[in-house]
């Protein structure tokens, strides 16, 4: 059964940095374009960053573009996402998802376009 798992988050002071990796089994993901997504307290989930399955394509949310770096290593079947200059703002559960394409397919910046989702890891940012 294909599974993303996610780890990484905790709580981090404002300015800090995390670094979140998403594990991929069951399947290989590898072909497939992947994306990270947060979910803060009574906001909807938005599109944080996403990557082709090259690695040679990537994009970024407005609100984490210049801190945030998206990242994979097919031959680990993982996905990361590196996390600096952190803001109380961006105090949300991650998650990350991959979109079920052939080769070639960009990311998608809606959760309607991804068919694998992890649980979520949360990532709290005190000021």
């Known amino acids: 059964q294909a599974q993303l798992v996610e780890s990484g988050g905790g709580l981090v002071q404002a300015g800090g940095s995390l670094r979140l990796s998403c594990a991929a089994s069951?399947?290989?993901?590898?072909?497939?374009?992947m994306g990270w997504f947060r979910q803060a307290p009574g906001k909807e989930r938005e599109f944080v960053a996403g990557?082709?399955?090259?690695?040679?394509?990537?994009g970024y949310g407005d609100s984490v573009k210049g801190r945030f770096t998206i990242s994979r290593d097919n031959a680990k079947n993982t996905l990361y996402l590196q996390m600096s200059s952190l803001k109380p703002e961006d105090t949300a559960v991650y998650y990350c998802?991959?979109?079920?394409?052939?080769?070639?397919?960009?990311?998608?910046?809606?959760?309607?376009?991804?068919?694998?989702w992890g649980q979520g890891t949360q990532v709290t940012v005190s000021s």
């Open positions: 998802a991959a979109r079920r394409s052939q080769f070639g397919t960009m990311y998608g910046t809606y959760e309607s376009q991804y068919d694998f």
């Open positions: 990557i082709t399955w090259s690695g040679g394509n990537t």
């Open positions: 069951g399947r290989t993901f590898t072909s497939y374009p």
